[in-house]
């Protein structure tokens, strides 16, 4: 299956400077009946950005019309928690490509991967002055390319390197599905008997 | 000679591919799966018209969105029935063994697998849940997924993952009476935090770790995922063997009979070297409670709440993390009252959480104004729990015992914890909203949770003994 290229993506920021945001902040667990991946957008960190009453908390980020934009910025360990790829799919259906912080949790890592959104890990200096810069002014624009593996704030000194696994960054970039990679060698799994069943 | 880690072992044995500047290709000797994290997957499979390659290695549970009273009943809630029905189809159709509500195999998923003897020393095994690490116990490799791939499993049996970093966790001396495997987990996540074990993959070793049941090595690396390490492992050893071979039926298991064989192999060799090796001393660990909103905020149950979160940057999470709870630094929470105790989850829903429980209530009373859930693991435990006459005592004791799920622990079916309410819950996760929107969890293990039950407070459990 062909999934959405990930070449560059330049854009203003959402902030949301907060450590150890777990997926169940992202999307609550009673939001996860359905079972469908589309929806999930609109219940985006829903506790936090709605209250009882079910109207928007004015000082949440996403309620604040001076924030936009397809690129989040967090803080250290995001995603942490439980496993639930819904996080995942509630961030990009929200319309964010990438996510910007000093660490993310593992399987939130390679969840966001398997579905094209980019976790872009910069260096903890960084991403404080990111943050400052951004939230002093929100219209900020942030360029992460891909390619060359560089997030900058084009016109200012905030330049940084990220990793990304070379085959991830191949599937990222032609927007490449795992899942075919896989059953292209099918023929090697079938015979394959792990060490003890030989 | 090579010598590696039992974790390298397992792994290196399941490469089927090393991807150039990529991940591993990686087989899956076990695969679980339950109603909220596979319907995608299996969509996945639709759309692109193909089925599941093996299905003989996956079993089916339904646990994470069933209720835990009137089982007997279709469930109420439209889309929740939906889901589980989905999941009974999808499997119907592969030809995935399938344990629906009220089938005698049904119970959680990390609860069901191994009582079955589903989960053996050495294996590789996935479910798309992050609780999957409690497998480990029995010294597999054995890790929470996301559903894309548990789509690749269903696919392929296999998994593209990138080897993660090795830690070996000692835990030398004897745990203190009145303290349980819960407290020794939580107090090891405390003391790492939360995000701790990011990138590694933790072997759990020493005295306190040989001493444990299974049980309470389940409990263990259960919570590993708390400090973020990809899974735990403890390499099997006689108690490991002794319990599998326990198991009714074990001897017709080919996988079993297999793995056997390789018993003096499945152990990390002497002189094997870890990216970070972390030592405990078990004497010194006391009952734990969580005062904040991840499970690395843990302090002994009658300790005082730090002033600060450390760093400046942690500590605007550190602040609201209190808040939340309605706590303020350095206060002391024992004698708080509390309105909700959890006992259950993958955490602490075996024979031994319930029999611990049991042991601290028997001949007292389930305090006035608290509000007890009792949620056995699976249909095992709740039926063992009733021939030793575990449910009997509770009974009289006022308390009531439920029909086995993930109930309280992410509060997706109807027990949840009402807003601004205090529960203290053997579960895994103390995040805000986990046990329903505005709820406040306070983490603790089985006694200090039963010490919570008959006296309605914050208790020390080892003044109860």
């Known amino acids: 299956m062909k999934r959405e290229k990930f070449t560059v993506v330049e854009s203003t920021c959402v902030p949301l400077p907060l450590a150890n945001i777990d997926t ?22 829903r506790d936090w950005r709605y209250g009882k ?4 908390v004015q000082d949440f980020v996403l309620n604040m019309p001076a924030f936009s934009g397809k690129i989040l910025i967090t803080g250290s360990n995001f995603g942490c928690g439980s496993s639930r790829e819904h996080a995942v799919w509630a961030i990009a259906g929200h319309g964010f490509r990438a996510v910007v912080s000093d660490s993310f949790a593992d399987i939130f890592m390679n969840n966001a991967l398997n579905n094209g959104l980019l976790p872009v890990i910069i260096p903890s200096a960084t991403l404080a002055r990111l943050t400052t810069q951004v939230l002093s002014n929100p219209g900020t624009e942030v360029r992460i390319d891909l390619e060359r593996q560089i997030l900058s704030v084009p016109g200012s000194a905030v330049s940084a390197k990220f990793p990304v696994n070379a085959f991830r960054k191949e599937c990222l ?3 490449l599905d795992n899942v075919d990679y896989l059953l292209a060698m099918k023929g090697e799994i079938v015979k394959f008997e792990p060490l003890w069943a030989q | 000679m090579d010598r590696k880690t039992l974790f390298d072992k397992i792994w290196d044995a399941h490469v089927v591919r090393s991807v150039t500047d990529g991940p591993d290709v990686l087989f899956i000797d076990r695969h679980y799966i339950h109603e909220v994290t596979s319907p995608q997957a299996f969509e996945g499979l639709r759309s692109r018209g193909i089925s599941v390659l093996m299905p003989e290695r996956t079993t089916a549970t339904a646990d994470h969105n069933i209720p835990t009273l009137n089982q007997h009943l279709p469930i109420a809630d439209p889309v929740s029935k939906a889901q589980v029905d989905t999941l009974e189809a999808n499997s119907g159709a592969a030809g995935i063994e399938y344990f629906g509500i009220g089938h005698p195999s049904n119970g959680i998923v990390h609860v069901t697998g191994p009582e079955k003897g589903y989960t053996l020393p050495g294996m590789t095994i996935v479910c798309g849940d992050s609780h999957t690490s409690t497998h480990g116990a029995f010294g597999a490799i054995a890790f929470g997924i996301g559903t894309s791939e548990v789509e690749m499993v269903l696919a392929s049996q296999c998994i593209l993952q990138t080897r993660p970093s090795r830690m070996r966790i000692t835990v030398d001396g004897k745990l203190a009476p009145g303290v349980t495997s819960k407290d020794l987990i939580l107090y090891i996540i405390a003391s790492l935090t939360t995000g701790g074990a990011t990138g590694y993959f933790v072997e759990y070793a020493g005295e306190a770790i040989r001493n444990m049941s299974m049980d309470a090595r389940m409990t263990v690396c259960n919570m590993s995922i708390e400090m973020g390490a990809r899974g735990g492992l403890i390499a099997p050893d006689d108690v490991t063997w002794n319990y599998l071979a326990a198991i009714p039926g074990i001897e017709n298991n080919r996988d079993y009979t297999r793995l056997a064989n390789l018993r003096p192999w499945l152990k990390t060799d002497d002189g094997a070297v870890f990216d970070k090796e972390v030592t405990f001393d078990a004497s010194e660990v006391p009952p734990m409670i969580t005062y904040g909103t991840n499970p690395g905020m843990g302090m002994a149950v009658d300790g005082v709440i730090p002033s600060s979160g450390g760093s400046n940057k942690a500590n605007g999470s550190f602040l609201k993390s209190l808040d939340y709870m309605g706590f303020k630094p350095g206060i002391k929470l024992l004698g708080l009252p509390v309105d909700y105790v959890f006992i259950g989850s993958c955490t602490n829903g075996r024979i031994e959480d319930l029999r611990a429980f049991t042991q601290l209530v028997a001949g007292k009373k389930k305090a006035d104004g608290v509000t007890v859930l009792i ?62 929107p505005g709820a ?25 003994l």
């Not at chain 1, 009453?53 to 928007?56: F, L």
């Not at chain 2, 009289?396 to 993930?406: I, L, S, T, V």
């Not at chain 2, 406040?440 to 109860?464: K, Y």
């Open chain 1, 24 to 45: 169940d902040q992202i999307i609550p667990a009673r939001f996860l009946t359905a079972t469908t991946r589309e929806g999930f957008g609109e219940n985006l960190f």
């Open chain 1, 53 to 56: 009453n079910g109207k928007p």
């Open chain 1, 173 to 175: 970039l032609k927007g």
């Open chain 2, 375 to 436: 949620v056995p693991g699976s249909h095992r435990v709740a039926r063992q729990a009733e021939k030793e006459g575990l449910t009997e005592i509770l009974k009289k004791a006022g308390f009531e015992m439920r029909q086995p799920g993930c109930s309280s622990c992410l509060a997706m079916n109807e027990d949840k914890i009402p807003a601004g309410k205090y529960s203290v819950s053997t579960s895994n996760r103390n995040f805000e909203g986990r046990q329903g």
């Open chain 2, 440 to 464: 406040r969890t306070i983490l603790a293990g089985p006694l200090t949770a039963a010490a919570a039950a008959v006296t309605g407070r914050i208790t020390d459990p080892r003044e109860m």
